[in-house]
């Protein structure tokens, strides 16, 4: 059996080509993935579709449910109010209903297609129930003014106003005894008030046969009595009637009540397991996904480690070979043999190493040669170093020969400069010299100036502090009569409101007394009035006392009225004591009326007397404020010229030190010139001293003092041209 890598050699492909099977071999796994995600994704559809199916059968279940409640509500709700609103209610609720029911029974499993029937034909019945008692509860009346109900209440109101206008006390007794027991039979539908009623009409028609009325009232009374029986017993028909009928449809809706309750169970059973499902394929479809993405992440995996192999082998024994040579193994090599990059830069490693070998050889040869040259030119360069400008370096044939030569030329070129360099120290050091006696004849005149200009600062300083003292006093001044300006002003505001706040004191005292006036001429009104109630009440006094004598004259018929006589006498008394009383109290009311009256005359003079002063120190306040206006803007005029002045001082204290910073800046120049001239005269000395060094051949140049260096072109084009 062959091996992978015979049966496929990677050796004989490019990078690019394994590269691109790489691509090909992942796009190949991605495509995998992708279809078994969309066959996935394909059945879950399908399977989500046939549960929303199912979920929408439990739906239409769940609002069947919710519908019969519903419909039980607006049911209960008409029988409690007798609103035809809710018909209308239960009306439109029961055809969603029905509807409802119609599309559950054609989205219904076979199994429960009877149910869903036997549902809607019990409901139907329910509904020709409830419908024919609502109809006899319309019949009926849904009022007391509407139907047999107000038929009948029409028929007894005209039989009791008959007999309220005969004013036959037994036939109104018994006529009320009728009426409680249609009361008792309408609210507890008893039967027994039935017979109670009958035993009732037999009083009240022994009690019109005794009764001393006319002939025609009597016949009257007997043919609305007839009437009022017989819409009494039509009512208790329809009653019957209507209770009949709402058992009945009670009874239907009894037989509804277990078909809905086994309908909410299979609804709950459905929808369970249909979630149930749809969960566990979801479960199976995810747990099959990722088991198919492991599987083809795995084998992509192991192709890919296996191209990396590939690609990664070949550099690694490229890398070890690298440090082989690094390490000085001069004859370690690559000798790849395969077709790709990789191999085609170790065979061409494997070439530039042979070729720095060979070259590395020419290199050593030259390089004995040159340090020959080398050492002989540093022994030359040994002697410069050592100060002796008369040695002579070697010019060899080699690169070195024209260093020499070079060498050479500038020892040559370094004698002329030195022994220009002695004469201009010696020149530097007297010019140096005198310099730096002028400089200390300069920092003393500068020093005295300096401290003129100090003096001067010191001086000016202090004027514009006193200056500035001035004008903050000035503003201090002008703060504070500002403030006194703005409590006048408000000083003179608050009079002004005392005077308007006494003033409107004054006139509610005035308003008070007329209303207290006023009020005195009511008080007389009552006391009118009190005088009529006293006569009222002595009348009736005298009339209750003349019904008492009546009363007893009458003997044992009249003790009741003398009763009610000796009670009227007694309220006669009780009231004219009530009018004595009430007269005293509206004297007394009149006579504080009056004390009060003339308090508020002598608070009126006072709040006079108030308001004139107020408004006399409102004058007062408003001169002192123009004299305050007029002392603000005399302040005013002063600080604005004080602070002109004390602008005019910061000026010239600013150029002072402006000046006093150029002297000191001017001294510390002449330091510094000092310091330097000194540090030049150092310097051309030690320059002398160094340049003293130097061994120099005794023949000098016969050249001017002012003449500077110049290399000589001539000698530039000799070097290059050696070169």
């Known amino acids: 059996m062959q091996s992978p890598t015979k049966f496929f050699d990677l050796s004989r492909l490019t990078l690019v080509q394994k590269l691109a099977l790489l691509g090909v071999v992942a796009m190949g796994g991605l495509l995998f993935i992708a279809a078994g995600y969309a066959t996935l994704r394909f059945a879950g559809d399908q399977f989500e579709a046939t549960v929303r199916k199912t979920t929408h059968f439990g739906d239409l279940l769940a609002e069947l449910e919710t519908d019969s409640l519903q419909l039980r509500l607006y049911e209960k709700d008409f029988y409690l109010t007798k609103d035809k609103r809710y018909l209308d209610q239960y009306a439109a609720v029961q055809k969603n209903l029905f509807k409802t029911l119609d599309e559950a029974r054609k989205s219904a499993p076979e199994n429960l297609r009877p149910t869903l029937d036997e549902t809607l034909k019990n409901w139907n019945v329910y509904a020709d129930l409830f419908k024919q008692t609502t109809e006899l509860m319309v019949q009926m009346g849904l009022d007391e003014n509407l139907g047999l109900h107000g038929t009948l209440r029409d028929a007894v109101h005209e039989v009791e106003a008959l007999v309220t206008e005969q004013k036959a006390l037994p036939l109104k007794v018994s006529m009320l005894q009728m009426r409680r027991r249609e009361k008792d039979y309408m609210q507890r539908g008893d039967l027994v008030y039935l017979e109670k009623m009958a035993a009732e009409r037999k009083t009240f028609a022994a009690a019109l046969g005794e009764a001393r009325l006319p002939p025609e009232v009597q016949n009257t009374i007997t043919a609305l009595m007839a009437q009022y029986q017989k819409d009494f ?66 084998a992509l995996g192991a192709f890919l480690a296996f191209i990396i192999g590939s690609i990664v082998m070949p550099v690694k024994h490229l890398m070890t070979v690298v440090d082989k040579i690094a390490q000085g193994d001069t004859q370690a090599r690559a000798n790849m043999q395969s077709f790709d990059e990789i191999s085609a830069l170790g065979r061409q490693f494997d070439m530039m190493v042979d070729q720095r070998e060979a070259v590395s050889a020419k290199i050593q040869h030259e390089n004995e040669v040159l340090n020959n040259s080398i050492i002989e030119l540093l022994q030359a360069v040994a002697r410069l170093a050592q100060r002796d400008l008369t040695a002579k370096a070697p010019v060899a044939e080699d690169v070195t020969g024209p260093l020499g030569d070079a060498l050479n030329l500038l020892a040559e070129e370094t004698v002329k400069v030195l022994h220009r360099v002695v004469e201009v120290a010696g020149d530097v050091s007297e010019v140096s010299q005198q310099v730096k006696m002028q400089s200390d004849a300069v920092i003393t005149i500068a020093a005295q100036e300096r401290y ?62 007329k209303r207290i006036k006023r009020l005195g001429e009511r008080s007389q009104e009552i006391g009118s009035v009190v ?12 009339l209750a006392l003349n019904a008492s004598m009546h009363a007893a004259s009458a003997g044992e018929a009249g003790k009741g009225f003398a009763v009610v006589a000796g009670e009227v006498q007694k309220l006669a008394e009780n009231a004219r004591q009530a009018t004595a009383q009430i007269s005293a109290l509206v004297n007394n009311i009149q006579v504080e009326t009056a004390d009060t009256v003339i308090t508020m005359n002598n608070a009126i003079s006072q709040v006079v007397n108030g308001t004139a002063l107020a408004e006399q120190a409102g004058e007062e306040m408003r001169e002192t404020r123009d004299t305050t206006a007029e002392l603000v803007q005399l302040v005013q005029r002063i600080a604005a010229n004080s602070t002109a002045q004390s602008k005019t001082s910061r000026r010239l204290l600013e150029r002072a030190q402006q000046i006093q910073q150029g002297s000191e800046q001017t001294h510390g120049q002449l330091q510094a010139q000092a310091k330097l001239t000194a540090k030049l005269e150092t310097l051309s000395h030690d320059l002398v001293q160094s340049v003293g060094v130097f061994t120099l051949p005794d023949n000098r140049p016969n050249k001017p003092k002012d003449d500077s260096f110049q290399f000589d072109e001539t000698l530039i084009t000799h070097l290059v041209s050696e070169y």
């Open 233 to 298: 017993e039509a009512f208790v028909v329809g009653d019957q009637a209507l209770k009949a009928a709402a058992q009945s449809a009670q009874a239907a809706f009894d037989k509804v009540k277990p078909l809905l309750a086994r309908l909410a169970q299979a609804k709950t059973a459905i929808v369970e397991d249909a979630e149930n499902s749809l969960v566990e394929f979801r479960t199976v479809g995810d747990l099959g996904f990722a088991a198919t993405i492991l599987l083809v992440m795995l």
């Open 531 to 542: 005088a009529i109630i006293n006569g009222i009440a002595e009348r009736t006094h005298i």
């Open 452 to 513: 003129e200009v100090e003096q001067a600062t010191v001086e000016l300083n202090d004027a514009a502090k006193t200056m500035l003292d001035v004008v903050r006093l000035a503003l201090t001044c002008n703060t504070a009569a500002q403030k006194a300006i703005e409590n006048t002003d408000k000083a003179q505001e608050t009079v002004l409101g005392t005077v308007q706040g006494i003033t409107a004191i004054r006139d509610t005292i005035r308003e008070t007394e």
